[in-house]
């Protein structure tokens, strides 16, 4: 059996455990990692790519015997290598994720609501602008559900230096969108 | 600037410890500015997640979009394949050739109208100029004839019933057009 396949001498129950595992994470996890991976910049396309590799991966290290503590901060650390390097091979900014687009697709119930919302998303847009790369990614996943230590995680940093990234971050967002 | 402003954002994220966040709690009921600055954190951070959400729902639709756009597509393809294979051909309409030899045809395309001329003057000078063509220019029997039924031109009901126009094309040899008319 060659490294990188499944390994298929499992004992049945075994195999279960980990499908059922991995089934589990793959329902709750797929749409956070996708928009995570959306707004740090890839394509829709690239971003299922990298999530299915991620779940692969998943699959092959639950399968190999590996135990992950906590797979949700595994499996956005492996998408999140793994959108770093799609984005270093195809030579482009890591920094330009969040673009303005999203302005035109709003649809409110009333014009009047269409209309604030739409200015209130042109100043956060303007805001993440100033942002740097760090504060961004940590806003990103703090705002997809993840705990500090798992950001820590995810982007090799102290829980500390999470804490005062992200009150960094949101204290400028405020203060630039005049809340 | 109030010390536990600096915990705000910590609190809102549970990261705080029970014993300090209960006494933010506490602080937060008797100091509006601190209660206010965590609102306005709370919103800035539910503005940035709603912000997320739609860029990656903007993302997501697109291949949806183009997806029903090749759809619709293949359908009307399909659609068009269909009729082909029901209605093989459809016969032309007969064509009743309009008497041209008396068709005011150039004179129409050529004469120049002054408004402000008297309508009798016009007309002498519509006759002059009908005199001047030759009749073989105009009535030479048509080349190519194209019949376009009646209700593709006017509006339904514009034109009474049993009511016929023949329209005449004039080309030249370079295979630009000279002049069309219609008559009754």
Redesign the interface.
């Given at each position: 059996m060659s490294g990188d396949g499944f390994p298929f001498a499992l004992p049945a129950s075994r195999f279960a455990a980990v499908n059922q595992e991995a089934t589990t994470l793959f329902e709750q996890l797929r749409k956070p990692l996708?928009?995570y991976l959306?707004?740090l910049g890839l394509?829709?396309?690239e971003?299922q790519d990298v999530v299915q590799d991620a779940f692969l991966n998943l699959h092959r290290s639950l399968a190999g015997g590996a135990a992950h503590q906590n797979g949700r901060a595994w499996l956005f650390s492996v998408a999140h290598n793994q959108a770093r390097n799609r984005q270093k091979s195809y030579h482009r900014r890591f920094g330009r994720?969040?673009?303005d687009?999203?302005l035109e697709?709003?649809d409110e119930s009333t014009p009047e609501h269409a209309v604030l919302k739409k200015e209130?998303?042109r100043q956060?847009?303007s805001a993440?602008r100033t942002l740097t790369e760090a504060e961004r990614e940590c806003?990103?996943l703090?705002?997809e559900g993840l705990?500090?230590r798992e950001i820590g995680e995810v982007l090799e940093m102290a829980t500390s230096t999470v804490?005062d990234t992200?009150?960094r971050a949101?204290?400028k967002?405020?203060e630039k969108?005049n809340? | 600037m109030c010390e536990f402003e600096?915990k705000l954002?910590?609190w809102m994220?549970c990261?705080t410890e029970a014993v300090e966040a209960l006494e933010i709690e506490r602080h937060l009921r008797v100091c509006t500015p601190c209660s206010a600055r965590a609102r306005?954190?709370r919103?800035?951070?539910r503005?940035?997640?709603d912000?997320?959400?739609?860029?990656?729902?903007?993302?997501?639709?697109?291949?949806l979009r183009w997806a029903a756009f090749s759809a619709a597509a293949v359908l009307a393809a399909t659609a068009a394949m269909a009729m082909l294979m029901l209605f093989p051909r459809v016969d032309p309409l007969p064509i009743q050739r309009p008497a041209i030899a008396e068709a005011p045809a150039m004179a129409l395309r050529t004469a120049p109208v002054n408004p402000a001329a008297p309508a009798k003057l016009i007309r002498r000078r519509l006759r002059a100029k009908r005199a001047e063509i030759p009749q073989a220019a105009w009535s030479l029997e048509p080349s190519v004839e194209i019949a376009i039924p009646i209700e593709a031109v006017f509006a339904p009901g514009a034109v009474p019933p049993g009511f016929r126009f023949a329209a005449q094309l004039s080309i030249a040899n370079d295979g630009s057009s000279r002049g069309m008319w219609l008559r009754p």
């Open positions: 996708l928009r959306i707004c394509s829709a396309d971003a994720p969040l673009e687009g999203v697709m709003l209130k998303f956060l847009s993440i806003l990103l703090r705002a705990r500090y804490a992200v009150d949101v204290k967002l405020a969108c809340v | 600096k954002i910590t994220d990261e306005e954190y919103e800035v951070s503005s940035f997640a912000y997320c959400r739609a860029i990656a729902s903007r993302k997501n639709s697109r291949p």
